[in-house]
């Protein structure tokens, strides 16, 4: 089952611009985490934010966590052309295993 | 990149043979998944292990068994393949449970 979900589905901005992607879930969690997919390649770990945490930071990426409204946000500031990529969001279950959403396609023109 | 090796990375079957895909680490690390990802889903988990010969099932075990005899090494094999196993198959390493996990580069199976 799907436990995440990404919205919006596909983002295209100009470079330079932020980016912004919303995940929704449904149950209890762990922690959240972020990873990001280039075209062909395995998923890296961007950022992992804990139930009790509200923020987090990590060079251009700022996470936030509302556990009452069970969303997170992740907003990419000043974008590069290398950004361009699909971002997941996975949570943490009870039992240590991520659930995952479906993913952000994100497209950063020059 | 973390030392993760996916083997093959390209295979092409036809339905009802046996596939053995692999997946090698050099970290160390005490857990090992394989997830599946198609096209409109988020990476599902098929099976993961915790430890040499400790495995578990995941969201979509049905029609996969794994085996770890060491631990660097995690196949998933496909007993008999069927057209519903074509994905894309990544494996994943994470040194406990509740850390980020780490990707290989994924194998395409093409089930005809």
């Known amino acids: 089952s799907q436990q995440g979900e990404e919205d919006p589905q596909a983002l295209s901005i100009q470079e330079g611009e932020n980016a912004t992607m919303n995940c929704s879930y449904k149950?209890?969690?762990?922690?959240l985490q972020w990873y990001r997919q280039n075209s062909g390649r395995g998923l890296v770990h961007l950022i992992l934010?804990?139930?009790n945490e509200r923020e987090k930071h990590s060079g251009r990426l700022r996470v936030t966590l509302d556990t009452s409204k069970k969303s997170s946000s992740l907003l990419i500031t000043a974008s590069r052309a290398a950004d361009t990529a699909s971002y997941f969001c996975?949570?943490?279950?009870?039992?240590?295993?991520?659930?995952w959403g479906a993913g952000t396609k994100l497209i950063i023109k020059p | 990149d973390a030392g993760i090796t996916q083997s093959p990375r390209h295979k092409v079957t036809e339905t009802g043979t046996p596939v053995t895909l692999r997946c090698h680490q050099t970290?160390?690390?005490?857990?090992m998944y394989w997830y599946r990802q198609d096209p409109g889903h988020g990476l599902r988990l098929i099976h993961y292990s915790y430890g040499v010969k400790d495995t578990d099932k995941g969201e979509v075990s049905d029609g996969y068994s794994v085996s770890r005899s060491k631990t660097e090494d995690f196949l998933l094999t496909l007993e008999s393949a069927t057209s519903s196993q074509t994905s894309v198959y990544f494996c994943a390493i994470s040194e406990q449970g509740n850390q980020p996990q780490h990707f290989g580069d994924g194998t395409r199976l093409s089930i005809l």
């Open positions: 149950t209890s969690i762990n922690n």
């Open positions: 934010i804990r139930s």
């Open positions: 970290e160390n690390h005490r857990y």
């Open positions: 996975a949570t943490e279950d009870s039992n240590y295993q991520l659930i």
